[in-house]
């Protein structure tokens, strides 16, 4: 049986098709749009301390383009004029910022 939460939005179904088996379909809030993951052995420990660092490291990228100056945005927006690995100014900028950290 899938469980349901009885919210409008629904954040999440699970439901198992075999012992080993988990579906998750999720609901984007943006779109609506529904996504499904089929995951076998689903891992259920705890977070390692990697994936704690790794975690933090990608908040304080973010945390650092949030706080970039208009300045900082315009030689970033130059710049990413310049290449083409990256498809939005956004993500560029996040990336740079996220390669100075170590």
């Known amino acids: 049986m ?9 954040d999440a179904i ?3 098709f075999a012992k080993s088996d988990e579906i998750h379909f999720r609901n984007r809030k943006a779109d609506n749009a529904t ?3 089929r995951m076998k052995h689903p891992y259920n420990g705890g977070n390692s301390a990697n994936q704690i660092a790794h975690r933090a490291k990608f908040k304080s990228a973010s945390d650092a383009v949030k706080a970039l100056t208009s300045e900082e945005k315009a030689a970033y927006e130059v710049a990413f ?3 083409k690995k ?9 990336a740079m910022e996220y390669s100075k950290l170590a």
Do not use: D, E, N
């Open 35 to 37: 996504i499904s993951v």
């Open 86 to 94: 990256y498809i939005t100014l956004q993500g560029y900028m996040f």
């Open 2 to 10: 899938a469980l349901i939460k009885p919210s409008t939005p629904f």
């Open 14 to 16: 699970k439901r198992k």
């Open 81 to 83: 004029k310049k290449q």
